[in-house]
């Protein structure tokens, strides 16, 4: 069965500083892996995702994912945090032929001025 | 292009009532999948709608129930609603059902039930 585990619940970082978001899956095949952005009130916006080709993925705002098969890890980096980054980030993970995604329980990020 | 937008936005109703919540997608986007977030269960599959025909579904009871039409507006309803049933309802939509299944998100409808 597909799953996500993230492992923080609550991250906690000052602004410019370095942040990486943890992510490790569970799936029988090739996956299809996510990472999205929820704000207080709002919906999902998506950051970045990985289908195949290269494990180095970048996204929007900055953001960038590294894929590793070997320790079934799909980790969010960004090397300096602004403020607006506050937010709840959510991986998951989805199967090619249908859109049954399972997320991950979030994890909350906290930016210290 | 418009995004996907959800009605209503809020809604609160009290426990036995049913409650139909609305999502029109992105134009031309033919998938529509429902999700319901809560704090104790997080973000859960509740089931997509692709060309009007219903092709997967979560593991919710059968209280939960949706429906797509020919312009891929969907529809979500919850009948003999309960208090677990409190939560932010999202809709995402996505043009096809295949490789590229990247969804886009609505902002929610917020349920409350009293």
């Known amino acids: 069965a597909q799953s996500v585990t993230q492992p923080d619940i609550h991250i906690t970082v000052s602004e410019g500083a370095s942040l990486e978001l943890r992510c490790n899956y569970s799936y029988g095949a090739t996956p299809y892996l996510f990472w999205y952005v929820q704000s207080p009130g709002q919906g999902l916006q998506l950051l970045l995702k990985y289908f195949s080709g290269d494990t180095l993925v970048q996204g929007i705002k900055g953001f960038e994912a590294e894929f590793k098969r070997s320790q079934s890890s799909f980790n969010l980096r960004k090397p300096s945090v602004h403020w607006s980054d506050a937010a709840e980030y959510f991986c998951?993970?989805?199967?090619?032929?249908?859109?049954?995604?399972?997320f991950g329980a979030g994890t909350r990020l906290t930016v210290k001025p | 292009k418009a995004g996907v937008t959800q009605t209503p936005r809020y809604l609160i109703k009290t426990r036995g009532q049913q409650v139909t919540l609305s999502c029109s997608p992105i134009s031309g986007h033919r998938s529509v999948s429902w999700y319901q977030q809560t704090p104790g269960q997080g973000l859960q599959f509740l089931f997509e709608y692709f060309s009007e025909t219903q092709r997967n579904k979560g593991n919710f009871p059968g209280r939960f129930s949706g429906r797509q039409f020919s312009n891929s507006r969907s529809e979500m309803n919850v009948s003999t609603l309960e208090l677990g049933d409190s939560a932010l309802y999202l809709c995402?939509?996505?043009?096809?059902?295949?490789?590229?299944?990247?969804?886009?998100f609505g902002p929610g409808t917020r349920l409350t039930v009293l």
């Open positions: 998951a993970v989805g199967p090619p032929s249908n859109n049954d995604m399972r």
């Open positions: 995402a939509s996505s043009s096809t059902s295949g490789n590229d299944n990247e969804q886009f």
